[in-house]
């Protein structure tokens, strides 16, 4: 490695990487095609087992270059939030040998749709993955059939899908999917979701593992809290996060006096 080059590694790498070595922080960093390549041809860096990118405008050539680095064959959480990856960085990365051994991949708040959802859950890389924040993207309805028919997700366990637009009809395909049976939490936040997808989520055959189910902020109203309350579907069930939906008051008395709020150890509702 040549002095100048040495030395910017070492500036940049070097000096965000945690002692133990295995938490790398390039976080709204000014991080761009030229340091990427310098992880790129870093080799060694098997100690590094979270790596955050968040907030450094990445897209284009910066996650071409990241696709290519080898060197971080222990990684098992990645955070990409808050930069402008789209659909074609999408896809681009789920060819990525990064991916290989995630558990964690954060990507929320990018400008990732439908084809970039569907491309990266359709990727053979990403077996491992136990969490998936894709918050904050406009994957819509499309994006959320794509996750819950995705063969390619066994071991998946918490799900992040707040503000995505997917609606009922997305909420649907999740509540529907043969292929999130061991999902424990799901994050589907303000998606105007209405009784359509609240009922479907209440009496799903697919869900019945979830011990946390957030749904705040969306469009719920009597028919779709009733469902909640008389769910057979939530037994394991532990938080349930609703408020801010249109679920009249009687409603809401039914819902805290249900068998189902004694099970539960949090209840935010209005």
Not at 104 to 128: F, H, R, Y
Not at 233 to 238: A, G, K, P, V
Request: proline share 3%.
């Amino acid at each position: 490695m040549q002095e100048a080059v040495k030395s910017k590694f070492e500036q940049t790498i070097l000096a965000n990487l945690t002692p133990d070595g295995e938490l790398l922080d390039l976080e709204d960093k000014n991080i761009g095609p030229e340091e990427l390549r310098l992880l790129c041809d870093a080799g060694d860096l098997s100690s590094v087992k979270q790596l955050f990118l968040s907030q450094n405008q990445l897209c284009g050539e910066s996650i071409e270059i990241l696709s290519r680095v080898k060197g971080l064959t222990g990684l098992v959480s990645l955070y990409l939030n808050n930069n402008i990856i789209g659909d074609e960085e999408a896809k681009v990365l789920a060819n990525a040998e990064l991916f290989k051994n995630l558990k964690c991949l954060m990507l929320e708040a990018n400008n990732i749709g439908p084809k970039g959802a569907e491309a990266l859950v359709s990727s053979a890389n990403l077996k491992n993955l136990e969490v998936l924040f894709l918050d904050s993207n406009p994957i819509g309805p499309q994006g959320a059939r794509a996750v819950a028919c995705s063969e390619q997700l066994p071991g998946l366990q918490a799900l992040h899908l707040d503000s995505t637009g997917i609606g009922d009809e997305g909420t649907q395909a999740i509540a529907e999917s043969p292929c999130l049976t061991h999902l424990k939490k799901l994050y589907l936040c303000s998606n105007k979701m209405g009784d359509t997808g609240a009922i479907a989520l209440a009496k799903s055959a697919s869900l019945k593992n979830l011990n946390v189910l957030s749904i705040w902020r969306n469009e719920i109203r009597d028919k779709g809290g009733q469902a909640i309350a008389e769910s057979q579907t939530f037994m394991n069930l532990e938080r349930l996060y609703m408020s801010l939906n249109f679920i009249e008051r009687p409603v809401r008395k039914i819902i805290r006096e249900s068998e189902l709020a004694k099970r539960l150890t949090t209840l935010v509702m209005d």
